[in-house]
T-cell receptor, first 116, second 111 residues
Framework: KAGVTQTPRYLIKTRGQQVTLSCSPISGHRSVSWYQQTPGQGLQFLFEYFSETQRNKGNFPGRFSGRQFSNSRSEMNVSTLELGDSALYLC???????????????FGNGTRLTVT | GQQVMQIPQYQHVQEGEDFTTYCNSSTTLSNIQWYKQRPGGHPVFLIQLVKSGEVKKQKRLTFQFGEAKKNSSLHITATQTTDVGTYFCAGLSNYGQNFVFGPGTRLSVLP
């Protein structure tokens, strides 16, 4: 079974630009979560999508948004990039159901975003 | 909101020594998961603990969930160089819907 695929692996952007990251979950997984990982802040939860609906959101500004498609693939968008947005963005899919939340997370390799 | 802390932040051990990382939550957890992230890699799920006082073993790794379901530990016996990486705990509170990750413990094993 193929794992979680994230594209692109690396991105370099300039302040003020916007960026879109893509995540293809494991087949059969309907839940997709996004995390930001930085050396100082660790793994910070951005949001979770389930069946094309955002059902959880972390403490990030509105510049961070996402969506999920009918095939469970998900995209994350960051607008008006700031230097502090430089991080590893990880996507994780799971078998979390409509009212169950304790299934393991399967992470992709991440997208390393550098903002200059 | 819920906070999850881990100690120590870093641990350097000689190969063959034991290692323990501790995880503490500010709120009671319904369950806790542990992940390992190798340098340059992504977090990989190790185990999930659900019951109060639960102990699970995976070869040289022993995981414990506290009686009050607010803390957990991971103990590695006789570390090997393949154990190098950062170990994260992630807790799901009784009222929460998403796991809150601890800051991780970075383990270095000297051969």
């Amino acid at each position: 079974k193929a794992g979680v695929t994230q594209t692109p692996r690396y991105l370099i952007k300039t302040r003020g630009q916007q960026v879109t990251l893509s995540c293809s979950p494991i087949s059969g997984h309907r839940s997709v979560s996004w995390y930001q990982q930085t050396p100082g802040q660790g793994l910070q939860f951005l949001f979770e999508y389930f069946s094309e609906t955002q059902r959880n959101k972390g403490n990030f500004p509105g510049r961070f948004s996402g969506r999920q498609f009918s095939n469970s693939r998900s995209e994350m968008n960051v607008s008006t990039l700031e230097l502090g947005d430089s991080a590893l963005y990880l996507c994780a899919s799971s078998l979390r159901g409509p009212s169950s939340y304790n299934s393991p997370l399967h992470f992709g390799n991440g997208t390393r975003l550098t903002v200059t | 909101g819920q906070q999850v802390m881990q100690i120590p932040q870093y641990q350097h051990v000689q190969e063959g020594e034991d290692f323990t990382t501790y995880c503490n939550s500010s709120t009671t957890l319904s369950n806790i998961q542990w992940y390992k992230q190798r340098p340059g890699g992504h977090p990989v799920f190790l185990i999930q603990l659900v019951k109060s006082g639960e102990v699970k073993k995976q070869k040289r790794l022993t995981f414990q969930f506290g009686e009050a379901k607010k803390n957990s530990s991971l103990h590695i016996t006789a570390t090997q160089t393949t154990d190098v990486g950062t170990y994260f705990c992630a807790g799901l509170s009784n009222y929460g819907q998403n796991f809150v990750f601890g800051p991780g413990t970075r383990l270095s094993v000297l051969p």
